[in-house]
């Protein structure tokens, strides 16, 4: 995406766009796994998902593009371990609102302290059943490139993408995954060099990308 006028108009425009009626589930349910149907339907404690949220990060590169931040989890034992993701996490006793929580994990995750009046706006909650969370979507616009630091504790890489890689059809693949079971089901996924984004990111970003295109077609 070019910036034809300043990053201040186009936080402005995506800020009234997200507050205009959303793409919703239908967007999201473009990147699903082919075996989210089943896994909703089998879930048993959805009503007791727990709350937690992630950042969306844009901000004008040195390209002239707008760029977004996303981070690779550590290894652990873990249903997300070594996921592309974007900075969030689960919700704390301590967090006053599900955005001041996707505030916290980003400064925790990549030492990003981003103030409450750069966030543009929120897209539509997920439920993720293999995990029982339930993720609050936020988006902010910063003004600058940022100075990332990430804890390697929880992070092992972060890194930045320009949108305009991910409005090209080719960036879209679908891949064969094989789950607990050992049955092989196709994952459709987003690629950039050796990473592929799938699950609840792919899922939360196709929906962000709808947002991106009806802003770039106004």
């Known amino acids: 995406m070019s910036i034809t006028n300043n990053i201040n108009l186009f936080a402005d425009l995506l800020s009234k766009r997200l507050k205009n009626g959303l793409p919703g589930s239908e967007a999201q349910d473009i990147m699903a796994p082919s075996n989210r149907r089943e896994l909703v339907k089998l879930s048993t404690d959805a009503d ?20 977004t931040v996303f ?23 301590e967090d006053t609102s599900l955005l001041q929580t996707a505030l916290r994990e980003t400064k925790e995750e990549i030492g990003l302290e981003i103030p409450e009046n750069l966030v543009a706006g929120k897209l539509t909650n997920l439920y993720v059943p ?3 969370y339930i993720i609050s979507p936020y988006v902010a616009v910063l003004d600058k490139i940022p100075l990332l630091n990430p804890d390697f504790i929880e992070v092992a890489e972060a890194f930045s993408v320009p949108l305009s890689h991910f409005l090209s059809p080719e960036s879209r693949v679908v891949r064969s995954y094989k789950t607990n079971s050992g049955i092989e089901i ?16 792919a899922m939360i970003f196709s929906e962000f990308l709808e947002v991106i295109k009806s802003i770039n077609n106004n």
Not at 48 to 67: Q, T, V
Not at 186 to 201: C, D, K, V
Request: charged share 15%; proline share 11%.
């Open 48 to 67: 007791k998902a727990r709350p937690s949220s992630i950042l969306i990060i844009l901000y004008p590169d040195s390209m002239g593009d707008i760029s």
């Open 71 to 93: 981070i690779k989890r550590v290894e652990y034992p873990g249903v997300h371990s070594g996921q592309i993701a974007f900075p969030g996490g689960k919700f704390e006793t």
């Open 130 to 132: 293999p995990s029982n």
């Open 186 to 201: 196709p994952i459709p996924g987003f690629t950039f060099g050796n990473y592929f984004i799938w699950g609840a990111t």
